[in-house]
């Protein structure tokens, strides 16, 4: 059994989405992010950073959103969401999750949260970070143009899921991930997945639907 402490559109929504797409038993733990909760002691014993998501899995509590998507997808390999360990596919996908994680997530997170840095120089701070940002939406354009659609080629991935959160993230920035044409490709495929809807329903969002 999962227990997934989540805000919405936060960085467990990607979390979220996996449990709704691999049909697994969990339940939701809503946290007030805007009124600080995840700043309280009882949370902070779970996520000691202060941060969505954390997901208890059987009496666990584990954080840090790719960590949990590669636990999740690989607990559940009937879904085929993640090359098993002598899959030749295996380090490609570990080298994106990684790659999404480090060169996509945290600019992302500098963006949204320019006072991490320095709240008195916030435009500066979003103006590097959204350099990095772009250009990592050039190299991942260019991978999918040539080995697309998915980040795996043809397979489908937990990768995917999590570059699709990523891109929505960025949907009232100035040039918005879905703006480069294979990327927009991908959201648009993982948009039409039945558990894409779900979600929304569940979180109740609606921008970028
Ligand atoms: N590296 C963490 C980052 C999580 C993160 O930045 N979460 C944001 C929401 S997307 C959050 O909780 N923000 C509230 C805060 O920083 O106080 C992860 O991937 O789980």
Redesign the pocket.
């Known amino acids: 059994m999962y227990r997934l402490y989540y ?1 919405p559109g ?2 467990s929504l990607v979390v979220h989405w996996l449990l709704i797409e691999l049909d697994v038993p969990h339940e939701l733990a809503l946290v007030d ?1 805007k009124a ?1 909760q ?2 309280s002691a009882g949370y902070l014993a779970l996520n000691p ?5 954390t997901l208890v899995a059987d009496g666990q509590p584990l ?4 960590a949990l998507v590669l636990h999740v997808a690989d607990r559940h390999p009937q879904a085929g969401l993640a090359p098993a360990l002598d899959d030749p596919q295996r380090g490609a996908y570990l080298q994106w999750m990684l790659n999404l ?1 480090n060169t996509l ?1 945290s600019p992302l ?1 500098l963006w ?2 320019p006072q991490d840095i320095d709240a008195d120089h916030a435009d500066r701070v979003q103006a590097g970070a959204r350099g990095r940002i772009e250009a990592t939406w050039d190299r991942l354009d260019a991978h999918l143009a040539a080995n697309g659609p998915y980040l795996l080629g043809d397979r489908l991935s937990a990768a995917d899921f999590y570059l699709t959160m990523l891109m929505r993230w960025t949907r009232n920035m100035p040039r918005p991930g879905h703006t480069w044409p294979h990327l927009a490709t991908l959201a648009e495929r993982m948009k039409a997945r039945p558990s894409f809807r779900t979600l929304y329903e569940r979180e109740g969002l609606t921008e970028w639907a």
Request: hydrophobic share 40%.
């Open positions: 805000s936060a960085a992010t600080g995840q700043k950073n202060g941060v969505v998501p954080y840090e959103a790719a994680a997530q997170r949204w949260y």
